[in-house]
């Protein structure tokens, strides 16, 4: 399915707010139907101090006060992948506020390689079962007035969407900044050329189309940013603008891939988000504890 085949609606334009977290470069947003109180939030944070072993809720807190200062009535949390960079704090949310807990429907993929990866036993079920909606390519809901859409994004992950809403487009990892250029595409069930593909897809939404990322890591000392458009990426990506040939893209991502360290958070991030943001259960003490793989990622 190409960005043509989907519902594209640029007279709708939410309101976005944007929450830097500076520890992880994770940008988490709440998006607001203009018409109503309807919110949803995308890729929340959940604080992890992880040399003491310490969550905490710092972040979130600050998106729960903005949406109970704003009267705003919480209807999806989401996910536009499993990170590998920061935990989720959507549960936390949702306890708190509400709402439904979307992914796209490949986490079941994510599931099975890492629930092999941390030896995780029968009990952790790898059907998804922990969220509660698994948008396929093209899937729709609603926030308040306003319908969204999911464009699946696969390469970065194999559980990558880029949820549209209205005028505004969420790309989570599949794209940066256009000199940050593009994510990685090594990560098990990865993939350079299929991250080409996915990017296509979001570059063939109307140029005017605000596209905001999950990440910035202010390449060459500029500011934090996290909006650009179609327009600017087709234009200046590093990675993919100007017509950048899938070959010529392919060639640079995977030798850019070969020299990258590991995320710092991975280990704990992986086993986390792969449960929705839950915590690994507690043992017969009452203790929680995250596994360390040992040459296995």
């Known amino acids: 399915m190409t960005s043509s085949n989907y519902p594209v609606d640029m007279s709708v334009q939410p309101d976005v707010k944007a929450f830097f977290d500076p520890a992880t470069n994770t940008i988490s947003y709440v998006v607001k139907d203009p018409a109503s109180n309807a919110c949803a939030v995308v890729d929340s944070v959940m604080d992890i101090d992880y040399a003491a072993g310490r969550i905490t809720y710092d972040h979130a807190d600050e998106i729960i006060d903005h949406i109970k200062a704003n009267n705003l009535k919480l209807e999806w949390l989401i996910e536009t992948h499993v990170h590998a960079d920061h935990l989720s704090a959507a549960p936390y949310i949702q306890q708190k506020l509400g709402g439904k807990l979307g992914i796209g429907s490949r986490i079941t993929v994510v599931q099975e390689t890492f629930g092999k990866v941390f030896n995780e036993g029968t009990e952790f079920q790898r059907d998804g079962s922990q969220f509660d909606r698994l948008f396929e390519d093209g899937d729709t ?76 890591y202010g390449p060459n000392g500029r500011d934090i940013q996290w909006e650009t458009t179609v327009g600017a990426e087709k234009a200046h990506n590093i990675h993919v603008g100007n017509g950048k040939t899938r070959e010529e893209f392919v060639k640079f991502r995977t030798e850019r891939d070969a020299q990258l360290d590991m995320p710092k958070l991975i280990i704990p991030s992986l086993q986390v988000n792969m449960r929705a943001g839950k915590l690994p259960p507690a043992d017969d003490s009452g203790k929680t504890f995250l596994k360390v793989p040992v040459n296995a990622l």
């Open 141 to 216: 809901y609603q926030i308040g007035n306003m319908t969204a859409y999911a464009i699946y994004s696969p390469g970065h992950t194999p559980a990558c969407m880029v949820h549209v809403i209205g005028s505004a487009a969420f790309v989570g990892d599949t794209l940066f900044m256009p000199d940050g250029g593009s994510a990685r595409a090594d990560f098990p069930g990865g993939d350079a050329a299929t991250l080409y593909d996915s990017i296509q897809k979001v570059l063939a939404l109307p140029d005017e189309m605000r596209l905001f990322m999950c990440h910035d």
